[in-house]
Each structure stands twice: as C-alpha cells, then as structure tokens.
C-alpha cells in the first residue's frame, strides 16, 4: 500500500512539473502518454500494443479486459526518480492498470519497446485473473520473463550469473521466501530473478507447456501456486524444489563457474605477472649496479 501512494506520488509530481510536455494518445484499448519528443515511440507503442495484447491472450488463453495507461519516460534520470530503483527499466502497477516505461533504454539491447511491453502487460493479465493473495512474486516474474523471451526488466550483467554461483556454493533463495518480495541487495535480487525464470523453465522442461496453465487455471480458482503445482506434476513442491536446485548443481562444473570469471580471472593473472615482471627487472638494474661498484 504505501508503495502505491509513493507511486502516485511521484507520478503526480512528474506529469505535473512538466504538464506543458506531457502529451497523450489512445485508442479504445490503451493511452499512452509521453513527453513531447517522443512522439514516433507514442505511435510505435499505439502500433505494437494490439500485437502484444492478441500474443498474450493467445499463449495463456486469457483475455487482458483492461484499459491500460503506458507512461514513457525520456531519460534514465526520470525513470529512476519515479521507479526509486536503479536496477529496473520499467514496472507494471496493475491496481492502476499502469505500466511505466524507460524509454531511454529501449533502444539498448536486450531490451526492446515490444519486449518489454509484453513482459509488464503479462503482469498485468496475471494480476487480473488471479487474486494477489495467491500470486507470489516469483512465479509473477518468472511467468512474465519465460513469456517475453526470456526477457526481463532488470538490468543484469551479462557476464556472471548469480543462479549458477548459487547453484555452485549450493546457497539458493528458497522460493518459500520470494513470495511477497525480492530481497533488497543487488546481487540477490538478481539471484531472485533468475530463480523465478529457473524454475519456471525447469517446470516446462520436465512436464511440457501444458503444466503452466493446469496451475494459473488452478489458481484462478483460489489454490496457492505450491498446492497447485503439486495436484499438476502429482509431487510434493518441497521434493520439486529439491530436484530443481539437483538439477542445476549437475550443470555447473567448476569450468562453467569460473568462465562466468574469465576476465577477473585474466586481469589478475597479467597484474601478478607485470608486478613479478617489475620486480625482476628492478632486481636486474641493482645486480648491474652492483657490479658496477665492483668494477670501481
């Protein structure tokens, strides 16, 4: 609740400072609005949102029956100021049936505008058709990265994966505890994410497609994920969970955690050995001085 009123608050506070740049277009299935200068990116949304929309409902076999408002945001600093989170380049309010949008970092890969909106428009089809109270965050976000390509709204680094350190140190975040929050820190918020898109795709590995939409039709109904991920796959969620995290620790090897530290690994290597380099030759230059003074 009260990140909703901080929201609001500073979602006020933006469009209101500027009021003389904001500008706004809908049709009758979204409005979108956005400063002055991003005019082709207004009409891009406008054009891609029916796509998006006819994908999601055709790939979960819900209907999004909302009238959504996206906001785009010019700058990163703007964005930063209303998301008060440095790690995302957009997030969905679906008490609001909002979606805000960094416009900056669309043109920056991985992120695309179509993407991105696919994956904060299936936050908010989840939203709508099953109760909060049931909706933990980590089948949220997982769902939601599975279905836009495996694309997320955090920016990550794409040289380490937290998941596969994790699975390595045999020290993951139990899913149990990602229920109604990630935790706050960097590196295990973006462990939590790839968590949530580990299992998810895990789960459609092991039991086929069809097992995501047994347990959101299940939830619907008012079960919780783990009750319903249970009566799906016919195995207890603790002994699933177990067989996830197995699973994952057969895959990393010491080769594959140290690749994800290839560079460091090299950086420190050549520092070690211009340092024994430097030393040597210092020790060069006194044995010729040295020798020099015997000469005298």
Avoid at 62 to 88: C, M
Avoid at 268 to 284: D, G, N, P
Wanted: hydrophobic letters at 45%.
């Amino acid at each position: 609740m009260i990140r909703i009123l901080i929201l609001n608050l500073f979602f006020i506070l933006t469009v209101s400072v500027e009021a003389k740049e904001v500008k706004s277009l809908q049709t009758e299935y979204v409005k979108v609005l956005f400063d002055a200068s991003l005019k082709s990116a207004a009409d891009e949304t406008l054009y891609l949102y029916p796509i998006v929309k006819e994908n999601i409902e055709s790939l979960f076999h819900w209907n999004l029956n909302l009238k959504p408002s996206i906001l785009l945001v010019k700058t990163r600093e703007g964005f930063v100021k209303i998301a008060r989170d440095s790690l995302v380049v957009a997030f969905a309010v679906p008490e609001k049936n909002l979606i805000v949008i960094d416009y900056s970092k669309m043109l920056k890969h991985p992120f695309s505008l179509e993407t991105t909106l696919k994956h904060e428009l299936i936050h908010l089809l989840l939203h709508q058709h099953i109760s909060e109270n049931v909706l933990p965050r980590w089948l949220d976000e997982g769902l939601c990265q599975w279905a836009s390509d495996g694309i997320g709204e955090i920016i990550r680094d794409p040289k380490s994966s937290q998941l596969n350190r994790a699975a390595f140190l045999r020290k993951f975040i139990r899913l149990q505890e990602l229920e109604r929050r990630f935790p706050p820190n960097k590196s295990a918020r973006l462990l939590a994410y790839e968590e949530s898109k580990s299992f998810i795709t895990y789960l459609i590995g092991r039991f086929g497609k069809e097992i995501i939409f047994q347990v959101l039709n299940q939830m619907k109904k008012g079960e919780t994920a783990e009750e319903a991920i249970q009566t799906a796959s016919s195995i207890p969620f603790e002994m699933l969970e177990k067989e996830w995290h197995h699973s994952l620790r057969k895959k990393t090897t010491w080769f594959t955690f140290l690749s994800y530290y290839l560079y460091e690994i090299l950086f420190t290597l050549m520092a070690f050995i211009t340092v024994i380099a430097f030393i040597k030759l210092r020790l060069k230059k006194k044995s010729y001085v040295d020798d020099d003074l015997e000469d005298l």
